[in-house]
């Protein structure tokens, strides 16, 4: 029996250790909100076959990623964390979902559009179409009342809310009741933190990204190639700090700082090396604990597995009562 908290359902690919941007960008939040909410991770290995089918490290990534995720501060016993293909439920609404929604209204997706670019029509397959209509299963299966989103993830949760209203509407149950909730989205309002390269977003197919993981030795070395205002070459330079990633980083990780780095890069007093090493050590401050922690849990990791199957069981007992629910309603099954 689910309390009466609302419900949020929010995941990641497997992609191994994580990044500070995720930390800054997602599990931040997550940890916030799992207080409130009844929330649940969803670890989302079957997404990851959109763009990538070695399947040789999706073990070793998802417990990683679990790793960073528990030593974040993500309760696994407050909100469980699951591997999506263990359960099967997701796979099975995916299929019932895929026939209450058109193509065209897929293409319209400007979230595909943004993924497909620059490929090759003919490199496109139908799970780059179905990615949402995936997610709206993943969502809808514990049914979810809130997404958890950033502005550009807001259509999914359209697409969610647009396939939830039609399934309620021809598949009421014999009681009359709907079986799912209309999802909001939780629009976030933290930015996302840009890559070392200055690149919008820090991914690890960028190669421009601090791992949580990271120790300050590691970061003050990534940190070194870190992108500045290309004009300001040497101390005594002039600099204008609103064009320099480093400088977003101090307004996260430094904010106490941020007035007199702004005053030193903008008079010149400050030099760009001086400034890198700073915020590096102020990064790895930041997530000492979280490493110290994590620096634990990786040495039990049969520990997480059991973390995850006992995940796994609970998200299961939820899903399968969902499935139930829509096989009677239905009348299938
Ligand atoms: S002094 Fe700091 S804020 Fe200014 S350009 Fe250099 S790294 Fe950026």
Same mark, same amino acid.
């Given at each position: ?136 299963? @993943? +969502?809808? %299966? ?11 993830? !807001? $259509?999914? &949760? ?83 700090? @609103? +064009?320099? %990633? ?11 700082? !941020? $007035?007199? &780095? ?72």
């Amino acid at each position: 029996m689910q309390d009466s908290k609302k419900i949020i359902l929010s995941g990641m690919r497997p992609t191994g250790k994580l990044h500070i941007g995720h930390y800054v960008g997602a599990l931040e939040n997550w940890v916030t909100l799992q207080n409130d909410y009844q929330n649940y991770h969803l670890i989302a290995d079957y997404h990851t076959l959109t763009t990538n089918l070695d399947t040789s490290n999706i073990f070793d990534d998802s417990i990683d990623m679990a790793i960073d995720w528990i030593a974040s501060g993500i309760d696994p016993v407050k909100s469980p964390i699951f591997r999506q293909s263990k359960i099967k439920e997701h796979t099975e609404l995916f299929l019932i979902f895929s026939m209450l929604i058109t193509k065209a209204r897929l293409e319209r997706n400007p979230t595909l559009k943004e993924q497909i670019k620059d490929m090759n029509i003919s490199s496109i397959i139908y799970g780059h179409l179905g990615y949402p209509v995936l997610q709206a299963a @993943d +969502i809808l %299966l514990y049914k979810g009342n809130m997404v958890p989103v950033g502005e550009d993830q !807001v $259509p999914h &949760v359209e697409i969610t809310r647009q396939i939830a209203g039609v399934f309620n509407e021809k598949f009421p149950m014999p009681d009359g009741r709907q079986i799912f909730p209309i999802p909001e989205p939780k629009i976030t309002k933290f930015a996302r933190l840009p890559g070392l390269d200055g690149k919008a977003k820090m991914s690890k197919s960028l190669d421009n990204t601090i791992l949580i993981s990271d120790n300050e030795e590691i970061i003050k070395a990534k940190m070194k190639k870190a992108f500045t205002d290309p004009n300001k070459l040497r101390k005594g330079d002039k600099g204008n700090p @609103d +064009i320099c %990633l480093v400088y977003t980083y101090h307004n996260k990780f430094n904010p106490a700082e !941020v $007035p007199e &780095v702004r005053k030193g890069c903008s008079e010149g007093t400050l030099g760009c090396f001086d400034c890198k090493m700073n915020i590096s050590k102020k990064i790895s401050d930041y997530f000492a604990p979280i490493r110290e922690k994590r620096e634990i849990l990786e040495n039990n990791k049969n520990n997480i597995l059991d973390i995850l199957i006992d995940g796994e069981n609970r998200a299961r007992t939820i899903a399968r009562q969902t499935m139930s629910e829509v096989r009677e309603a239905m009348k299938i099954g």
